[in-house]
């Protein structure tokens, strides 16, 4: 949010300010499927959130604040179903910040455990929106057929700030 310049409605960011982040981020497009459970449907954790509701159109997150601010009232929304969708929210987070590649294909142990219980996927997704690297094929390269070492052709990324 600093990043995009941003600044908070009130004295800190909240859901009223990261609800912006929906659309520039295609959060409602990121699908978590539990690999080792494929009878549990995936999850969409961010599909339905709205700036009219910004906490509770997330019933996952809506559930984690309330039980926050009063256990003893709402401590039956501290379900297991709710805490699954908010670390599925966290993979969608992590593979947006930091790109889905640095996630599954790394040798760590974050990427080894993403890769043994999370499938991430994208539905519902527009292909305009889809990052394409720009290329430049060499002179005298034949139209019908494009064999050759593709990292140099690839052109470097032209970074354009996060507008919000």
Same mark, same amino acid.
């Given at each position: #949010?600093?990043? !995009?310049?941003?600044t908070p409605v009130g004295g800190q960011f909240n859901t009223n300010d990261y609800v912006k982040l929906v659309e520039p981020l295609y959060l409602t497009e990121y699908e978590?499927?539990?690999?080792?459970?494929?009878?549990?449907?995936?999850?969409?954790?961010? =599909?339905? %959130?709205? !700036?009219? !509701?910004?906490?509770?159109?997330? @019933? %996952?997150?809506?559930?984690?604040?309330?039980? =926050?601010?009063?256990?003893?009232?709402? *401590?039956? =929304?501290?379900?297991?179903?709710? /805490? &699954?969708?908010?670390?599925?929210? +966290?993979?969608? #987070?992590?593979?947006?910040?930091?790109?889905? &590649?640095?996630?599954?294909?790394?040798?760590?142990?974050?990427?080894?455990?993403?890769?043994?219980? *999370?499938?991430?996927?994208?539905?519902? /997704?527009?292909?305009?929106? *889809?990052?394409?690297?720009?290329?430049?094929? @060499? !002179?005298?390269?034949?139209?019908?057929?494009? /064999?050759? +070492?593709? =990292?140099? %052709?690839?052109? @470097? %990324?032209?970074?354009?700030?996060?507008? &919000?």
């Open positions: #949010m600093i990043l !995009a310049g941003a978590v499927q539990l690999k080792p459970y494929l009878n549990v449907a995936p999850l969409r954790p961010f =599909k339905g %959130w709205s !700036a009219a !509701a910004p906490t509770q159109s997330l @019933p %996952w997150y809506d559930a984690y604040n309330k039980t =926050k601010h009063d256990r003893n009232q709402h *401590f039956d =929304k501290a379900t297991l179903e709710n /805490c &699954i969708v908010g670390v599925a929210a +966290n993979v969608v #987070m992590f593979a947006v910040r930091f790109g889905p &590649i640095s996630l599954y294909e790394s040798r760590g142990t974050l990427s080894t455990l993403v890769n043994h219980l *999370f499938g991430l996927q994208l539905r519902d /997704c527009r292909p305009e929106t *889809f990052y394409i690297p720009s290329i430049q094929v @060499p !002179a005298g390269t034949t139209d019908s057929l494009i /064999c050759g +070492n593709r =990292k140099e %052709w690839v052109q @470097p %990324w032209l970074v354009q700030p996060l507008r &919000i």
